[in-house]
């Protein structure tokens, strides 16, 4: 699948290698021979990652961190020098290490999809397959000391049932209308980035259990697939949402949402708790020590300094800027529902409803921005009290997303006032450990635990649901939690220190 | 002892062996031969279960999870082919394995019952003894994260004793009567099903120690052992209570109600909170782990899908429709006094009371069910207020049941209100340990912590125990426990993922 | 040092040994001869324990369990049959085993007493030169899950200090008066059983360190050493106090009060919330296992249950009827000012202020008797709360014992209203590890400690201590804890269950 | 470096040697031999350390402790005897340990600066380089159970944010102005004692960090290096404050405050939560361990008990007697901006605020002084309520330390009403790892993180923050905490106890 469309003569793999300096950097992706000299200083991700490929093929590295067409949009066309001529690429045998094939031996030995039977097990099982250490942390980190990760898991489990007997459950449905759209679950697919550091058809898995099941996706500005490549594997009338990152550009931005709103999308996500992305520890000490001190960067040369992580490299071009006054802008580019992603207060709650917007989500981006931020769960307690006080009539729905791992963490929000929950890395965790199957069986343990739960508490439609089915006077007390989560401890990964204190004299 | 009270022939095994496939599957139980091919379809079980034995013996397999009756009453008498004949019975040597070496070893190193000094002492001697492992899986497992069962234990530590001193307590009598019924404690044995997963003698156990010792037993619709066997290893007089999951079918449980009342039953708990039986997760592994990959199930065939469980495959029959509604008839059909098992709200408990029905148990099933419902005891608060504010003058116990293990704990929930307390596990652990003799044991135990306790509280009889004596100001607080229990933790078995970690790179 | 006073003609050990059964049961304690025999059903400890050693020499057995002088006061003087012949004695050439030899590396390994720094130091030392792991289990061991021990320790960390500063407190003064006794610490030596199961003199140990130091020892109905003894011991004027369990025989406890109040002794603390004695499961394991199975005790013979502990062993005399009515009695027999001991509410503060009583001891027995009882230092606040409403005027000491382990836990218990605090095990562990010595030592620490922390919050004389010094709104908070305590925590051996979880299959 | 300036003849070490006794007692330091003989019993930390090194050279001992004058300016001239002739000096062929190779080899592979990404970082690896393990165990001690230094961390994690989304956040601006000082960071660089124990040149890598990057620097009165010394390393116009422990010798303490103020000094921080130094058991310990048991202290001799620990050795001066009354004799001797450090009640504050001083620090001496004293943040609620309460109007500054390791700790403490915070013991182990580039890495990770901080808050510059973007109840909440901190809790190391417990039999 060569993206070069031009007619260009063969390049001869010896003569690319010949530009590999500062000066003149040719690299090949996809087959195609691309002179970014001239690139190399408005590269997101800094100069140097160019570099080390210079003359190379660079596909390996740049596939799971960009869509498809990144490099054919971004660089003028006279850079692209054409096809490369595949008899002059010299075949590598890579030699299999003894850890590869330990490695191997572990993928082998894995437990099959069916011995899978809840949330977590996908987590801790899509490490091992996950093709780099660095794509997990990346998807597993949090921000500063990951206090806001394991809160959003724990905040679930302060709220606690008051479930009502005898009544009819014989039937129970779960399906439910999110911005419009049927779901057949009130929990919608969130977006998460680079979905190719952990399974080679990335975002795609998604996609495809989505499809099938009558599940709504949210696609991610950063997915690793392009946008259009995902809307295409679509069935026919699949509903998406998507996610963006506003652009420093406004006009990348507006080319982005009148595309998506061409393409059917039926809701637009503005992260708004994302000026900057994260410090995110796990995932720099990952970039650290993977990075080799290579060649080194010149005195005086402006670089991305190498201990910021992947979420960094790639997150250059989010508009810190972005403020209340854009949002009449986004109403008047683009006819789908704008929904604002990241408020954490009843005060900009009220300032989202008083701005013509459709709705709002009460997240904290999933533990990876603010550290000691407060879980979605306990900021919607305040969120529906200041909204009814306020007197809103309007249709604006509340989503809450962080920390879902049981069908009945999203009965609990949706008891609270939420319309419908968002869940991202648990459908990431099942594709990266099996695939679209992983996402299949993700959907069918929800649809499991949500029929046993409905019918516990004794509701058979979602609409039941009431703010007395729960106890949430203990969600907003910051000290403590009850029993322990064993499956969450279990899978959770401390942070760890810069060395082993075991290391020591 | 053979079912087969008529007088066909006997039919040879070689004869069974020859009818083993979906369109003529004929099964051994008990020394009788039975055609169960039209019944594959509707055993609650799944037909897969049967068809792994067709043609041979499925003695062992069939008895710990069916009363002894099961299969005569399900199956019209002329499926019922006969005796087979014993001459024809291949005697198979059974292999004693390493494994099973090392288990008998154990087993006769185990502490002798004198040194066991209390209830958590029986959760930790009874697993080994436990002739399969997915009968104690089934025993000990709880909903989703577990997190209720451990409440359950947690929040009697959370009320604490305002003891009385300086009062005579030379004498002190801890009897008291259960509807109508004497009672040597104020504890009866709740219901649990499948004894003979733990003991041959299943749930029989219970019965010739409760005679014995004056305390009542409640008989669960899932037995191992019938209900008429068990009534009938009674005493004379010994009074019995009986559980009930509904029937979809009503009429079989109107004659079971009627047999019930017929001999002598003194309480009818009729189980409110498992429209379905729930996700037990411990449960779940070992039914996946345990199962043979075996013959495939054909395609499109409709079966229980084995991921499930033992409590799932048990229990299709119960009706989820059961609603307020039923309740009249109940009370039409029975003169028994009829209690409802799993009331979890005050709301609950008013409907309760206005339906006529003589008491409640505050219950969350031994966290089975809901998993983060709240604990019985912490029910019992509100409970109380609820009725005392309606007025309620009434008859109308309350008992509460989930997590006791000290006399301490029936006491503190007596103080609050409770009628009795049941305890299910700790005395289905005793037997399973210990037999009969364990079950004396664990009943002593009670005894003599109740003197004890009620000497230190300051109070001589039942009916001197009030609320004021103790500070239940924490119950309701959902965030955090003082000191460890260590018997508990030290007894409990967190939860597991798919696969430990440490098998990881 | 023969207790036989009379001339009797020597006995030989081989005459001894021929009165070896129920029939005829002689034994040999300090040197004389007793015959038990009709003595045996009367035995508190009951008649197996003696039968171990009929016809031998029992004096090791016998002298940390019981004063000196108890066989000669409970047997009548014709049952003492006169000294032992020594020549008859053979000496029993005791064998050094692998272990004993271990034992003694290891305690030649302990610390020296000036790396003694603090408290609990000394529990963790005590233990190694503990002559018996029955002795240091019947020390250390409290009641049920023994989650009151620990609450009792965790209840002073939970009060926090708000300190004063800028005030002149270069001269710092922690003396006081107790019940009119001076006192050179706000610290009195809490009553504990049988001492020699530690250390062979006892609690002469206490009785020396608190005679050169300026402190007050109560003196233990249980003491291994006979009142007289330890009264003897101390240096002339020394106070003293007695701790009085009592007896179901009136005339019994009124001959030691009377004799108490002959030799001087200052205040009497009697034990008002021991009607029995707890059941304390590390001691009534330690039994089980350190009890040679020997010669069954004979069918239908009553005796105490082997599974009892030291603790219940020896209280067999201690009358569970004592009540208020007995209190005028007690006022009547003595001039002796009376502290009841064990009070745990406002109520029966009340109740103990209007009996005429001169004091009460807020306490649970250090966590050995009703478990899940709340904190001394926690019920002082309603106690004080209630006095002040009822407009208390007559002097009436509070005082406060259990998990005192530092100067702050006083000063915090003396900032909320108690007169001194009593602190038992602590200096227990300090002569078990230490002897005497140990003892003084851990004096000098409380007086290190005090004069820090009484500069650090400001106070020059425990007068100036106020309420308001302390934050105690955690206090009767019953969830959770912030920091651990380290040193408490390394200390504790948590409740083992009957088996290791790690021998099963 | 000698620091004789007289022109005395040489003196031989052999001459030295001879004066190695209670009787005469000579000592080399840099190089000059004095007479201490008449020192001895004068020196705060005892004369037993002293002679250890009579008649030789204790110069490695001395230089941590003292600052180079302190010999010159506490000894009178007559006995400063002059140099010693390097000639005799025999030099000592120092051998290299296994464990100090060992230790060389960890020090090789320690992680480089650039892996280092938090202030936890630099705790870890601060242990490894420090010189000597008592210096470190100085550094990283508290007061009896360590309690409050683990409160002064938890208490910011009881703060949750309350964040504001979708403002323009392009620039953000962290810059304050300190005590009229300019400042790049909200954050001052606290006293902490005895820098060389840490690295050789101490104290001066914090100064010349703090001068190239615009930080502020406090000295401390017990700093290794000289207080000249400090200001003279210094850029020009460089702001420094002092840190001063009152003299019981007011004169020396009134020379010390002008000089400083003759140097230029913008703030002088008078410790009021000293009165004596803290009990620090890990120092205690340490000391105890380090010392040999040498000659023996000659009975009857007083001296500083050898289990005090390195804090109490050099604090014997500190006035006890220091008093409200002495706040006015301050405001006469002096024009700077005078700020009482560690106050810890609203009272104190008012006190205060009334007494004319310019500000307070709400400190509890990083957990050093009063265990279980609050975190000085907890205090800064009711510090700020009573100062509004009492309509304080005059410029009065709050600063807060103890326990800061974020950014976002810092914004919270400015939240809730601080100006600026201190932050000691984290520059002090950034130096102990790296020196001066590690306290530049330290403040540079407080930039990243401010910067990122403040964006994901809402806020452009320090002034916006408002009480209202935290949620602070669980502030004065004394139970629990949420989630843990993992970093925290891998750096922090438990009090252990004498002797380890599997030491046992």
Redesign the interface.
Known sequence: MSLASNSSPLISSETAKQHASRDSCWIIVHGSVYDVTDFLDEHPGGSQIILKYAGQDATEAYEPIHPPDAITTNLPKNKHLGPVDPDTIVAIAKEVTE?EK??QA?LA???PL?????L??FE??S??PCPSAKGWAYYSSAS????TI??NR?AF??????????????KVDWSTTILGQKSSLPVYISATALGKLGHPDGELNLTRAAGKHGVIQMIATLASCSFDEIVDAGVPGQPFFVQLYVNRDREITKRYVQHAEKRGVKGLFIT??A??L??R?KD??LK??GEESGAKVQEGQKDVP??QGVARAISAFI??????D??PWFLSITKIPII?K????A??AL?AYDSGVHGIVLSNHGGR??????SGLEILIEVTDALKKRGATRQFDIFVDGGVR?A?DVLKALALGAKAVGVGRAFLYAYCAYGQPGVEKAIQIFR??L???M???GVTTLDELRPEMV?A??L?????????????R??YQ??????F?D???
């Open positions: 850890e330990r490695r572990l030995a894995r437990p069916d011995e899978i039977i809840n977590h097990d801790v099982e490490e091992l500063d000391d990951e206090i394991r809160e724990l489990q302060r709220v606690w049932f008051r479930p009502r007997v005898l009544r009819n459950v014989a708004v708790d000026p900057q994260g410090r520890e720099m000490r650290l020590i190498k201990d508009d810190p800027s972005l403020c209340w854009d949002i604002l990241g408020i954490s207060t005060e900009d300032l921005q603010l550290d000691t931020a407060r049981r009945s499991d635990e029929e046993m739960n019918r516990l508490l106890d006077r203990a907003n007390v910051h000290t403590g939690s009850i029993a322990e989560d064993n499956l969450f279990g899978t401390p942070l760890s220190l810069a060395k204190r290391a020591k004299l």
